[in-house]
T-cell receptor, first 112, second 115 residues
């Protein structure tokens, strides 16, 4: 079945550091890929998405590129802020369906 | 604010009991999804309803059931509760059933504690 594997956390970075959170997936067909973010005490919010190979999703300074050859969708940000502290989930949905498979989440803590 | 509401925010109950969690989707959304988030299992998809009908089932236990009503709100019923059912339960909604992609909007969750 479909699965998403993302790097273990927590990740602790200083403000303005470069962020990478790795995500790889296993799926049949051509899934759509997402990053969701969960701020403390809140539900998940869609951060960015990519629906086909080589697409780059971007939002709020975060980027991720859909790499079919390496089945990866790594999340990057050039300069993190304290306000980026949250849990980040990589996820996929198979083409044509709405069931979303989530990774285990990576907690990011940014310190001033 | 996603537009999805969930009640109650917190629920504390005892083993063996039954509880009902409620979700109101965003205005106009026809699909409702339920997820369970626990420390050891991560975020697990439970079940999806579209316009009152069950459309997809995930890792939902037989002790759990859900339904979507004509006004599109949904309820998740958890019975014969066990300690391991303690978790955050999220509801999400989206506008359409299928397509290349429909963003899901998540509610704030209901935190269930089983003692």
């Amino acid at each position: 079945g479909d699965s998403v594997t993302q790097m273990e956390g927590p990740v602790t970075l200083s403000e303005e550091a470069f962020l990478t959170i790795n995500c790889t997936y296993t799926a049949t067909g051509y899934p759509s890929l997402f990053w969701y973010v969960q701020y403390p005490g809140e539900g998940l919010q869609l951060l960015l998405k990519a629906t086909k190979a080589d697409d780059k999703g971007s939002n709020k300074g975060f980027e991720a590129t859909y790499r079919k050859e390496t089945t990866s969708f790594h999340l990057e940000k050039g300069s993190v802020q304290v306000s980026d502290s949250a849990v980040y989930f990589c996820a996929l949905t198979p083409g044509g369906y709405q069931k979303v498979t989530f990774g285990t989440g990576t907690k990011l803590q940014v310190i001033p | 604010d996603s537009g999805v509401t969930q009640t109650p925010k917190h629920l504390i109950t005892a083993t063996g009991q039954r509880v009902t969690l409620r979700c109101s989707p965003r205005s106009g959304d026809l699909s409702v999804y339920w997820y369970q988030q626990s420390l050891d299992q991560g975020l697990q998809f439970l079940i999806q309803y579209y316009n009152g009908e069950e459309r997809a089932k995930g890792n939902i236990l037989e002790r759990f059931s859900a339904q979507q009503f004509p006004d599109l709100h949904s309820e998740l019923n958890l019975s014969s509760l066990e300690l391991g059912d303690s978790a955050l339960y999220f509801c999400a909604s989206s506008a359409r059933l299928a397509g290349t992609y429909n963003e899901q909007f998540f509610g704030p969750g209901t935190r269930l504690t089983v003692l």
